[in-house]
């Protein structure tokens, strides 16, 4: 079995770290709620955008820092476009049942 060692853990967990934080953000923009994925309709969702999120080679900073603080859409090169873009339908479309405030309108 590979082994990384205590240098190679930590180089994986700071990745990691990066890659969550990025995730976060990124989810924040978009509008979707972070603590959607406690709810089992979204669960397998948020675990496969993390899972994604932290194996993607992309440093997502550069795109972070020239965006606004809300954005449409996720950029073309993240993994997780089509899982973003779902989540922001469904919680929408959810919001709009129940009649919860999104963003600046009543739905």
């Known amino acids: 079995m590979f082994e990384l060692g205590k240098r190679g853990n930590a180089v994986m ?8 934080t990025y995730i976060r953000e990124m989810m924040e923009r978009l509008g979707i709620e972070l603590g959607g994925g406690v709810l089992p309709k979204f669960s397998l969702s948020y675990a496969t955008a993390l899972h994604r999120c932290e194996s993607c080679p992309y440093n997502c900073r550069k795109w972070l820092d020239s965006m606004p603080d809300s954005v449409s859409f996720a950029p ?32």
């Open 13 to 20: 967990s700071a990745i990691c770290e990066r890659q969550s």
């Open 76 to 107: 073309p090169f993240c993994p997780n476009v089509d899982i973003f873009f779902e989540l922001q339908v469904d919680q929408q479309g959810v919001a709009h049942i129940t009649g919860e405030h999104v963003g600046d309108t009543w739905r």
